[in-house]
């Protein structure tokens, strides 16, 4: 049984193999949590999908049972965006209440384009574990579309959010009531910004975003935002990492913020540690989240590093965290 969080080392799953969900996001549904994420095959560089898209269960955020492959690629039809060889990077899932279907979005790219065709994929499951079918690769209203990230607001309206214009400006897009298509309602924030690795949660009717700059599989510091509706305006709130470490977030860069169930104000930042010659050694970084009222009035959130912690740690008083 793992106890405790110890960000940046290997993490094993409950069959003691190392986590390959990378780039990934969390879906709490029904009491349990499942982390998708890209499955990246072992051994030297590969950039590529070839496996696709894994999913794992877990009670207590700590024990994370391996459900497979929920997002398969594809290795009998060369014509097939999934086919093996394309991209498929930072997966998110929500469940869609009113279909009872789960919707998945992901950055996609052809087999052979690298990341210039910037497309966003969408696949659709009955299960939490999939198997997902797959519906189409789309830019939304025309946009390209690299990493993303998708956020579901407490009246079910789902957005979203990702790198658009060769990333120089970050587009946060409504979807429709099925979350399977977008809608025109579409916002550019950050304009000119490179913003990275979006990821967008909401805090006592607030709206935050946390993000990085844009080098590569380099690291670099971590940004943040906030907003008082999700579509702005969006207000710079600098790096929120604190103390050594975070000029490069740890070596990491941001893939999810995840709200622990029944701890209201208790958020989860999640990070990869890239490895880009084998990525599927690329290391997870979760640290506890939190917040604090900046000189100016501002609410900031914050994250800095520990070693190893528990979420008792958002039980205990400010001073001592
Ligand atoms: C940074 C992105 O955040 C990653 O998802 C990946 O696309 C790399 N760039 C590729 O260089």
Redesign the pocket.
């Known amino acids: 049984m793992i106890n405790e969080f110890r960000p940046g080392q290997i993490w094993l799953d409950t069959e003691d193999n190392p986590i390959n969900a990378h780039?990934g996001g969390i879906l709490h549904h029904e009491g349990i949590y499942y982390w998708y994420g890209e499955c990246r095959p072992e051994g030297p560089s590969n950039l590529d999908a070839r496996i696709g898209v894994s999913c794992y269960k877990s009670a207590d955020l700590l024990n994370w049972e391996n459900l497979g492959v929920a997002l398969f690629v594809v290795h009998d039809d060369p014509s097939h965006p999934l086919t093996s060889g394309c991209k498929i990077?930072?997966p998110k899932v929500l469940f869609n209440a009113a279909t009872k279907t789960f919707v998945m979005w992901w950055h996609h790219d052809l087999k052979g384009w690298g990341?210039a065709g910037a497309y966003a994929g969408v696949a659709v499951a009955d299960r939490p574990e999939g198997p997902f079918s797959f519906i189409e690769i789309l830019k939304p209203c025309g946009r390209m579309a690299?990493?993303c990230t998708l956020f579901q607001d407490t009246d079910g309206v789902a957005s979203f959010i990702y790198a658009s214009d060769d990333n120089a400006n970050l587009c946060i897009h409504r979807l429709g009531d099925d979350y399977r298509k977008p809608t025109n309602i579409v916002m550019q924030a950050f304009p000119g910004r490179f913003m990275?690795?979006p990821c967008v949660f909401k805090h006592d009717g607030r709206y935050f975003f946390l993000g990085s700059d844009c080098t590569?599989?380099t690291p670099n510091e971590a940004r943040s935002a906030s907003a008082p509706t999700i579509f702005g305006p969006w207000k710079e709130l600098g790096n929120p990492g604190l103390g050594e470490g975070a000029d490069t977030t740890w070596g990491g860069?941001s893939t999810f913020v995840l709200p622990v169930a029944g701890k209201p104000g208790a958020f989860i930042f999640m990070a990869d540690i890239w490895k880009p010659e084998n990525l599927a050694g690329s290391r997870h970084v979760w640290l506890p989240l939190f917040f604090k009222k900046s000189p100016a009035g501002f609410i900031r959130p914050h994250v800095r590093w520990f070693e190893r912690w528990t979420l008792s740690i958002f039980d205990q008083p400010e001073s001592l965290r």
């Open positions: 780039g990077e930072r990341h690299r990493d990275e690795a590569g599989w860069q």
